[in-house]
């Protein structure tokens, strides 16, 4: 379960989450301000219990928030009035720690959970968190769940000791497994464990490219899902970092593109992968043909595709590039919001990595063609900055080679192609449909 608590005072925020950890066992989700909690609710509505003080700066902006986007997560509103929120509970601003939390565990009515915790309980670890590891974290043994008389059952599979190698987790994955399960006790320093050693793999010279390239992109797909879940720890850091370190290397190889197409044929990789690594290879040969050109900037750009769509969640809301396809798509207002704002939002989740180089966020913000990163640019924007012009072409070049059903011929390039010039004719948007032309066509 996953609270999220508003508190500009950085000493309270330690201390209920500490409190809320220890006593309830959620997730406890902080913010310091009502605008970084509008948009953290609009990012993530599955949010379990949203707490605010009446007298915080900006609070009635997170009940309109709840109001006009007609959601019913449960408002636990520290204050003397009851907001008009349908799901509104009413407390005292100034209540006692342990009193708070019994209203907490009343709200979600954690008394079973809590009791079934203690009981000693499982957590669940994709199948694929183990096959770029060879033992299990130290004193944790590893179970799969099987039904049996309509109970759930955890019948061990690897002891805390052994040693397993891949084929012996893909024997799992192909008869249809999913997950293994690991005691919850033990489930944070498993995961921890198991991404620092994808870290230390990531590194490892024997691997060849398109090993490398398989390698990186599960990396990726942890990074993600540990940012999505917000969990941006000191380990995310670090195989954010490592993942982002490799695809620099990766994509500078000589035969960078060969590698990738490889690895792309064996269907190992996912879209936003996929999509991720061929934005940074692409970016990489153009941007040669610049003045501007320089590592830095290469940097810049291969963090920009790393990071640009990591808000949403759905692969096929990733390829929509305009308002007519998101229409067509029918989806529900929270849905089509997210996609609306997710180049703001991505921009956004990138706060929480002190090293990403300087410009970075301007570029993810304005990689769907508007300034403030919401909606999408009909026509070509000319006020964004040339790196932005750069990676939006490059984005719709990419999107468009990603979908096309087979290896494209030279006929079919030189179709993509037209279509970009006829789009893109001014400024750095321009130059880079020629760079491109050159890159793919040799003219």
Partial sequence: MQILFIEKDESQRVLFKANAIKSLGVEVIERASTDEAVSLIQLLPTLDL????????????????????????????????????????????????????IEIKKILKLEEVLTQDLSGGYQPVDCRYFLYINSTSLGCDVFIKIKKEGKDHFIKCFHSTDHFNRAQVEKYTQSGLKEFYVPSTHYVQFINFVTDKLVLKLDDSRLNSEEKVSLNAEAYRISVERIQSLRVDDFTVEVVQASVNAMMAAVSENNALGNFLKSMSSDNLSYSYANAHLMSLVLHKIVDHFEWSSDQIKSRLTYAAYFHNISLKDEGHMKVRSMEALIKLNLTGTEADAILKHAYQSSVLIDSFKEIPDGVKLVIKEHHGMKNGVGFAETPNISLTPLSMMFVVVEDFVDEFLSFPGKPLRVDYEAMLSRLEKRYTKLAFAETVKALSKMVLGK
Avoid: F, M, R
């Fill in 50 to 101: 949203i707490i605010c003080k009446e007298d915080l700066e900006g609070s009635q902006d997170v009940v309109s928030c709840l109001h006009d986007d007609g959601l019913s997560i449960p408002l636990l509103w520290l204050g003397e009035a009851t907001p008009k929120y349908k799901n509104s509970n009413l407390i005292s601003k100034n209540v006692p720690y342990d009193k708070l939390l």
